[in-house]
């Protein structure tokens, strides 16, 4: 019942902490997603058979050792006073120590449990993947909708230039630089088509779906006003911290399951001898057949391979405790490394977006000097250019932020 709290605990905490890679303010789309993949992975699937496996092995292991059974035919018949022995028949039935069965079925539900917490980290790195194709679809996309407005106001740029050109307040090299920048800018958005065309498929193939399977996300983040609070002791319920603790439960089921393997065995047996009668003499029990109950002890007197097992136990346990430790540290580097990341994404987005609103106001500035003749192209293209570059900061710093969020998820959630 303690085995199976723990289980039922373990799954619960799953099930609520693939909810959180689903950011708060975020469409359900990313949920649904999410819930695709871990249905039709096969990566989840292996993992899943591979715990009904460990399962099923508790019924493997409560059984008995075979029953023995003899047949023996005299070919020299032995001669009692009863009479002949003609054959023999034998059963023997081993058990093993009071509670080693209890044992074997522990350390089996002990390493079901382990399995357990295999497909749990399976199941949230699978999460976690599908979380950053997802953002990174996003950045691609919010990129191509940028360069088309972009595209667009170098258009209108060009027409203006046109019209500059006519009256004599424009070179034809202002025209062909404005077209160049078009050109580079249209360069950049196919090159984002074949990008989201490769992370589309790379998505589609965690769901196990065909690879040009279109993949709605959502059209427009931003980033919180504020963000929750974070303690580096919720690490300890990291399942892949977890994973070390049922490690441990069932080396230690491992060595109880030894100490009962080291204890004698009793056998139950019966021996039956047909006897034939003698046929030139009455008397009582005149080829009466013999019944032989048997009680058989088996004591392993050597038992240098249990004390060895012993040993190994010990020191295994010792080596979980060190994987531990270190798996720890390795989860509280990444912790840090993705709340300093996503922090970093905050000041940036911050700083590019006090950046856009000057260079807007630089554009506007330049865009009133047309109507006095006196408009510069090559500052035009300039500010156009710090405008994009802004603005493809703001998506890059607004994808890091999730991204780097669904990482804080996944290490303490």
């Not at 093993?96 to 074997?104: E, N, Y």
């Amino acid at each position: 019942m303690k085995n199976y709290n723990k289980l039922y605990v373990l799954r619960s905490v799953f099930v609520l902490c693939s909810l959180f890679f689903v950011i708060k303010g975020n469409s359900q789309e990313l949920e649904t997603l999410i819930d695709e993949a871990l249905t039709n992975n096969p990566e989840i699937q292996k993992f899943d058979l591979q715990y009904q496996i460990a399962s099923e092995k508790v019924n493997e292991v409560n059984t008995l050792s075979n029953t023995e059974f003899g047949v023996g035919y005299f070919v020299s018949e032995p001669e009692t006073r009863t009479g002949a022995q003609k054959f023999k028949i034998a059963a023997k039935q081993m058990l093993p120590w009071f509670g080693t069965i209890s044992a074997r079925e522990n350390y089996a539900t002990s390493m079901a449990d382990a399995q357990y917490v295999e497909v749990t980290i399976a199941k949230r790195k699978l999460a976690l993947s599908v979380s950053q194709f997802y953002y990174l679809l996003y950045e691609i996309r919010a990129k191509q909708e940028v360069l088309d407005e972009n595209i667009v106001l170098l258009e209108s740029y060009e027409q203006l230039a046109l019209t500059s050109l006519e009256v004599g307040k424009a070179s034809v090299v202002d025209v062909l630089r404005l077209q160049i920048r078009q050109n580079e800018l249209t360069q950049d958005k196919d090159v984002l088509i074949q990008q989201n065309e490769g992370i589309q498929a790379a998505m589609n193939s965690l769901m196990n779906q065909k690879y040009d399977q279109a993949v709605s996300v959502v059209a427009f983040l931003e980033i919180p006003e504020e963000d929750p609070f974070y303690s580096y002791e919720t690490l300890t319920v990291n399942p892949e911290l977890l994973k070390y603790d049922k490690l441990y439960e069932s080396i230690e089921q491992s060595e109880l399951l030894n100490q009962k393997d080291s204890s004698p065995m009793v056998g139950f047996g019966l021996d039956y001898i047909n006897v034939e009668k003698r046929p030139d003499m009455t008397f009582t029990d005149n080829g009466k057949d013999i019944v032989m109950p048997m009680v058989t002890l088996s004591i392993p007197i050597f038992n240098k391979k249990f004390k060895s097992q012993t040993i190994q136990n010990h020191l295994r346990k010792q080596e979980i405790q060190s994987q531990k430790e270190e798996r720890f540290n390795v989860l509280t580097s990444e912790l840090s490394k993705a709340i300093s990341q996503r922090n970093q994404s905050r000041i940036k987005f911050n700083t590019q977006e006090k950046n856009l609103r000057q260079a807007e106001d630089a554009e506007d500035i330049l865009i009133r000097s047309y109507e006095t003749g006196t408009i510069d192209f090559n500052d035009v293209l300039d500010i156009q250019e710090l405008q994009l570059k802004f603005q493809m900061g703001q998506i890059e710093s607004v994808k890091t932020y999730y991204t780097q969020s669904t990482i804080i998820n996944y290490l303490i959630k």
